[in-house]
Structures are given as structure tokens and as C-alpha cells.
């Protein structure tokens, strides 16, 4: 007899002959020795029901006794597989419901040998519904068996759920806090200004978001009043301001102006030599490029941005290029001649660290993050901008980041780790992201600090949307339209919070995810018009968004271009740093390399060049020297 285990990781029994044969139970071994090899005449069970109770009832209700019966059988197959723990031996079925059996409907009994001086007692909750309570040896309700297990350190819960749960708890804080200012306020305004409040807008959705600019709440003066204070109304982005924003930094006629008059002036950011490595479509390289940085090159593994990269005229140059861990010498070797005039960009897949993935961190092979920091521990450039997801911070890598960034720190670099929301850099959704600035501490001892764009007035999805035809108003095209009631029950529309995937007009939007534009996908990406309640929407009110709406969410001016199919499309949208944040990192290092005054000197292994040499020259080594898998 072996112990073996599945692919989900199940504990089974087997049993092996001596010739080799595995039997899985010891009926079918003692059938094989009895010279019975074919299995039992069993009569299947019939899972439709007889004509006799089919008569007199409707289709639906056939249809519901057939679905039942389905139930029945795979729930009586599901329960006859036995449980074998590490150590071999069987453990009973159903301890749940053995334990139901022995515990009274009316007082308290002991919770087991696991558990010392726990009690445990039948309880009902409003609907009726019956469970078991467990309580502590002082008598608090505790919950559940697991969670009393957890609270005696018997149970081990896997570091991902406990700070999913963690951002669930702080995400519940924040929103309460948030509807406690707003209620605050209200009455502030009902006792200073003698006016009549609605309640029902006092709940308004503060879940997972800052303050934005919401209508103001609706108020009835009461002619008996003398005095009013009336507080002036906030600043909000004017129609196409944030359009044209976008457009006038990162478009490309735009962006040669800036690159042209930049040079012509000498200034500091055309006389560095920057590397973009997983530039993805290059939403890193537009953020330097529009303060008038143009020797700039792209490095990434996909044919797909590499192409939109170069169509966009991102950067000087662009390479197709895996960047592995194996190939650190030979890149260290390539920059190092560089590092007086070099800063690197780097934004490395975030599917090791997000929360919405598996988060195996450096245990995943697309992890970049080692790769980074050992060329840049070692070349030593001017500085170094590193963006990821929010959770590379958390407590369960902890042991794998903080090692990668005191290399950083013992390498001679001073360190400023920012968490940036999108929506104070002019960035009309609410996405978070780490930023890493590290620059040499003999060029700055202090910490950096990233300018915020639009700190007092905060975007919206209506004010980057807005010409979109039919896209908040007036009868939905068919190329947008989506069913309602597919997405309510997935229960993404729910009254009083906040809607997975769903933009609405006045707020900013959800983050822009790779999934955006997957019609199967659970974050497939929505518009509701103007300010219709999640459970007021009809079939047809509702608007799928485009390729096009994703990128003005993201920051991208209105002439950029993608290649491929949309699934891909989607793909490199989500994992694309907003230019206008890129852009806020980018001169936060500028400034201070600028107060340092920096003089860059252009030198390789061979002698002087220029800047565009330069990248020209790095272009050449890497495609030569680093080998592409």
C-alpha cells in the first residue's frame, strides 16, 4: 500500500501488486486475485426523473427537478472519497457533521481535546440558518472551528489571504471614516446654515478612493435663517482641459518640440543617456521624453511593444530583448562606461507581487525586480526609478524586497519609497502605485518628494470621456453595448459601494487592469451614464469601453497607437505606467540631479560620443553580446 497525492495535492490510498498493476481500492485488489477482472455489473443511477412525476408540471419546474437531482448525485459521489492525512491513516468523514450530531440544541459542550476549556454551542442566525458557535475560555464568541484554531496558533493561514483580508479591514476603516466626515459635515452645515438635508445623498460611494469632486449636497435654504455661510465651490478640470493636458506633454509633434528646444538650450535632461528596461509601450519613456529628454532606449521582450514603442516614437531607439538574471555581467559590463550621464527607468512585471495574482515574488520567473537592482547595485548610474504594484511593500515579501533594497542603500544610493495615487498626478483613475527614486547620496541626502499635479482637484472618468459619442448619454450603440444582469450576477453592481470594473461619470475611475477588455473576464470595464444607481440600471444602459477609453484612463495622449489583437491590447494598457505619473518621477530626480549641479560626460569603452551615439552604441552591444531566448 502507497501514500500518494494528487495534482490539487489530495491524500489518497493505493495499492500495488507485485507485477506493477495499482488497483485504487481493496475491492478491485481482492476482484483481481479472485480471477474477476471486470468491474461489478452496477446499474446506473438515473439522474432524470420518471414520467409519472413529470406529468402535470411545467417546463420550469422540470427543469428544476432534473438540476436537482444533478445536485444529489455529484454531492453523494463527492462524499465517498476517503481522507488520509501525511502520516497514512484515515481520517473520518464528516467530523462537521459528526460534530453536529453530538453537540446539544441547548447549553454549552466542550469544543474537543484541541481546544482546552473552549465551549461550544448551537446558535441561529436572523434567517434561521443553523451553525456552531465557538467561544473562548472567558466566554467571548469567537466564530468559527477555524478561527479558533487560528487564535490558539494551530492553524496556519497563508500570508496572501492574511493581507487580502488586512486591505478588506483598512479599505471598511477608510470608508467609515470617510462617511463619518461627510455625516459631520452635514450636520455642521444643518446647524450653521439652518437648512434641510437629504440623507439618502449623505451615503454617498467613498469605498477605495479619495474625496472626489461629487455634486454638492442638495440643501433647502429655511427662509428664518439671517446668516449664511456658504463655502466657495471647488476647482474641477474644465471640459477637454485634461485631454489636451495629455495631448500637449506626450504627443508626438508636441514631444519633438520639447526634445528640439531642450537641446538647443543644453539643458540637463537632453545631456542624459537614460535605459528604459521592460518598457512594455513606453509609458515611462513619454514621461521623460516630454521634459525633454530624447536619448532614450526601450528594452522589452514583447514584439508586440517594441512595435507601439517605436511607432510612438517613444525613445531614440528600441530593442526586442528578454532581460534575464543569467545575463547581469554581460549588461553590467555594457553600462558601467555609461554610469556618469545614465539613469535607468524600469518598470518589471508586477505579476509576482499583485494582489489579484498568485504573488509568488521571487519564487516566479518573471520576476525583474533582482535583475534590476544587481545592474544597478553594480554600475552605479545617476539615479535609478523603479515602479511596481503597491503590494511589493507588504509584509510577505518583506524578506525578499527589503534584502534587494539595503543592497541599493550599501551601493551609495539614497532611497525614496512613495506610494502615488494616480489621481493627484492628473490621472482620471484610482490607481496606486510603488515608486522607488534612488539617486547617489553624494548628489542628494535628503528624501525626494514627487510634485503633485492636481492634489486640490481630482479627475474624473467624465472629464477624459467626455466627447465620446454616446458613451454617457443617448441611446447605447451596438459595438457597447453589455447585459446587465450578467454582470449583477457576478455581483459587480451592488448598491452603496463601489462596483468592480465600473466607471461612472463623476468620479474617478477603477484601475485599469490586463483584463479590462475580456468579455469572459470578472474586471471587464464598464461606463454607467451620468449617475444612475448600480440597482436602478436597466438591459442597455450600460457601455462596454473601448481600447480608446482605456488609454485616456491611463494618460495617453490621443494619437497613440496599438498593434495586435485587443486581448493583447488590454494586456499592455494594464501593465502600463500612466505618462503623467512617469512624468512627476521623472523631474522629482531631475530637480535634484539639477540642485547637485550635475554635468553629464558622455564616455564608453572606446572614447567620447555624443548622447545619440551613445544609445546607438548600447543598442549595438546589447544585440551582439546579450543573448535573446
Sequence with gaps: MEVRKTIKGRVYKALTSPNGKMFPSREAAL???????????????????????????????????????????????????????????????????????????????????????????????????????????????????????????????????????????????????????????????????????????????????????????????????????????????????????????????????????SSKEKDLASKLVIVDLFCGIGGFSLGASSLGSNHIIGFDNECGCIAAYRANECGQTSLQQTLRAQDVDKWVEILTPLKDSLVILASPPCQPYSCTGVGNGSSDERDGMPFVIEICARVKPLALILENVPALLNERHSDVVEPQLDRLRNAGFSLTIEVASCTKHAVAQRRKRAIVLAIRAEFSDTPLSMKEQSATRLPSAGDVLHDTPHLWDGKCPAELQVSAALLRSRHRLRPGCESTGVARFNTAAPTVLTTALHDNSYYRMVAIPYDIAPDKIKNGDLRNLTIVHLLRLQGFPNDYVLFNHVRFQSHCVGNAIPPPLAQAAFECILNALDSANVEPTHVHKDGTASATQLVQWIRDCVSECVPNV
Design 31 to 261: 476482484r483481481y486475485i479472485d480471477g474477476k477482472h471486470t468491474k461489478p455489473n452496477i446499474k446506473k443511477r438515473v439522474t432524470k426523473p420518471t414520467a409519472s412525476k413529470m406529468l402535470g408540471t411545467s417546463r420550469l419546474e422540470r427543469k428544476h427537478m432534473i438540476l436537482k437531482k444533478k445536485k444529489l448525485r455529484k454531492r453523494t459521489t463527492a462524499a465517498r472519497g476517503e481522507l488520509i492525512n501525511e502520516e497514512g491513516d484515515q481520517v473520518p468523514r464528516g467530523p462537521q457533521r459528526a460534530a453536529n450530531q453530538n453537540v446539544p440544541h441547548f447549553g454549552a459542550y466542550p469544543a474537543g481535546d484541541d481546544l482546552p476549556n473552549w465551549t461550544i454551542e448551537h446558535a441561529e442566525t436572523t434567517d434561521g440558518t443553523n451553525f456552531l458557535l465557538y467561544r473562548d475560555p472567558n466566554g467571548r464568541p469567537v466564530g468559527s472551528r477555524g478561527t479558533a484554531l487560528l487564535m490558539t496558533g494551530q492553524l496556519e493561514v497563508p500570508l496572501q489571504i492574511r493581507d487580502q483580508v488586512r486591505e478588506q479591514q483598512r479599505n471598511k476603516h477608510e470608508h467609515t471614516e470617510n462617511l463619518k466626515h461627510r455625516v459631520g459635515l452635514a450636520a455642521s452645515a444643518i446647524l450653521e446654515e439652518r437648512v434641510v438635508v437629504d440623507p439618502c445623498t449623505i451615503s454617498n460611494e467613498t469605498t477605495g478612493c479619495v474625496e472626489s469632486d461629487d455634486e454638492p449636497i442638495a440643501s433647502t435654504p429655511n427662509p428664518q435663517s439671517q446668516k449664511k455661510m456658504v463655502a466657495p465651490p471647488e476647482s474641477k478640470w474644465q471640459r477637454g482641459e485634461l485631454s489636451k493636458l495629455y495631448d500637449t506633454n506626450f504627443s508626438r509633434t508636441n514631444r519633438k518640440k520639447i526634445c528640439s528646444k
